[in-house]
């Protein structure tokens, strides 16, 4: 019986697994959102968590538990200075699983990992709306939860970002998947 | 070792595998372009969630 065992293995070794999770881990903090397979996002996000809780009291002892997870410095430094203060009146919940479907060759189950608040960088046509790429959490929030007002409030931020924003499409026609520009589309 | 006694009519094969078909997706339409998608995903054609572009089309594999 495989009762009360919580965790997938992934068909990975412990070490292998544990491997895994360390790198999607800082590709995580640095980049703030990862596309995956469901199961590994699954797996990646109570971890995730209990990271960016500890994030939200920068102590010796803290910092140490989180290194134990995450070696790259500057990822501990993100952690503590930006995501730690960023997620500081959120009681959990850091992250969202957006579902994206079957992948193409073996019909895995792909998800997006990403921070709650991650404002997507899309690049394509230039949009007739831009919204600002960074906004304070609780802002973010709100703006999802209709259209309309995902549509009503980067008018605000829009003006300044779009002159940034609008040279950047162009040079970076071909990256790879994760890399993105900044600009971002919104509801059309 | 038990052998089977008969060999199966056609017809008796055939009715068992009568229920051997694959169903069809149950698709929801998206409110961005109207298109069917899988529910609780994202769209594959416009690349909307929940009233957002999370993704650019081209990144959905
Ligand atoms: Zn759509």
Same mark, same amino acid.
């Given at each position: 019986?495989?009762?009360?065992?919580?965790?997938?293995?992934?068909?990975?070794?412990?070490?292998?697994?544990?491997?895994?999770?360390?790198?999607?881990?800082?590709?995580?903090?640095?980049?703030?959102?990862?596309?995956?397979?469901?199961?590994?996002?699954?797996?990646?996000?109570?971890?995730?968590?209990?990271?960016?809780?500890?994030?939200?009291?920068?102590?010796?002892?803290?910092?140490?538990?989180?290194?134990?997870?995450?070696?790259?410095?500057?990822?501990?430094?993100?952690?503590?200075?930006?995501?730690?203060?960023?997620?500081?009146?959120?009681?959990?919940?850091?992250?969202?699983?957006?579902?994206?479907?079957?992948?193409?060759?073996?019909?895995?189950?792909?998800?997006?990992?990403?921070?709650?608040?991650?404002?997507?960088?899309?690049?394509?046509?230039?949009?007739?709306?831009?919204?600002?790429? /960074?906004? @304070? !959490?609780? &802002? $973010?929030? =709100?703006?999802?939860?209709?259209? %309309?007002? +995902?549509? #009503?409030?980067? *008018? /605000?931020? @829009? !003006?300044? &970002? $779009?002159? =940034?924003?609008?040279?950047?499409? %162009?040079? +970076?026609? #071909?990256?790879? *998947? /994760?890399?993105?520009?900044?600009?971002?589309?919104?509801?059309? | 070792?038990?052998?089977?006694?008969?060999?199966?009519?056609?017809?008796?094969?055939?009715?068992?595998?009568?229920?051997?078909?694959?169903?069809?997706?149950?698709?929801?339409?998206?409110?961005?372009?109207?298109?069917?998608?899988?529910?609780?995903?994202?769209?594959?054609?416009?690349?909307?969630?929940?009233?957002?572009?999370?993704?650019?089309?081209?990144?959905?594999?």
């Amino acid at each position: 019986m495989r009762h009360g065992m919580a965790n997938r293995k992934l068909g990975r070794t412990s070490a292998h697994r544990a491997a895994l999770f360390r790198n999607q881990l800082a590709s995580l903090i640095d980049k703030e959102r990862i596309i995956t397979t469901l199961p590994k996002a699954k797996e990646l996000r109570p971890q995730i968590e209990r990271l960016v809780t500890l994030g939200k009291n920068d102590s010796l002892h803290n910092r140490r538990q989180a290194e134990r997870v995450v070696g790259e410095d500057t990822l501990i430094a993100k952690l503590f200075t930006t995501l730690g203060p960023r997620f500081n009146e959120r009681p959990g919940g850091y992250t969202r699983i957006i579902k994206l479907g079957a992948r193409r060759g073996d019909a895995a189950e792909m998800a997006i990992l990403e921070f709650v608040g991650y404002e997507p960088k899309i690049e394509e046509a230039p949009a007739e709306e831009k919204g600002g790429g /960074k906004k @304070a !959490a609780p &802002k $973010k929030e =709100a703006a999802e939860e209709t259209e %309309a007002a +995902a549509e #009503a409030k980067p *008018k /605000k931020k @829009a !003006a300044p &970002k $779009k002159a =940034a924003s609008a040279k950047k499409p %162009a040079k +970076a026609a #071909a990256p790879k *998947k /994760k890399a993105r520009t900044p600009g971002t589309k919104r509801g059309q | 070792m038990p052998n089977p006694k008969r060999r199966h009519s056609k017809a008796r094969t055939r009715s068992r595998r009568a229920h051997d078909f694959l169903k069809q997706k149950s698709m929801s339409v998206c409110p961005q372009c109207h298109e069917p998608k899988m529910p609780h995903r994202v769209c594959p054609k416009c690349g909307y969630y929940k009233g957002r572009e999370v993704i650019a089309v081209k990144d959905i594999l």
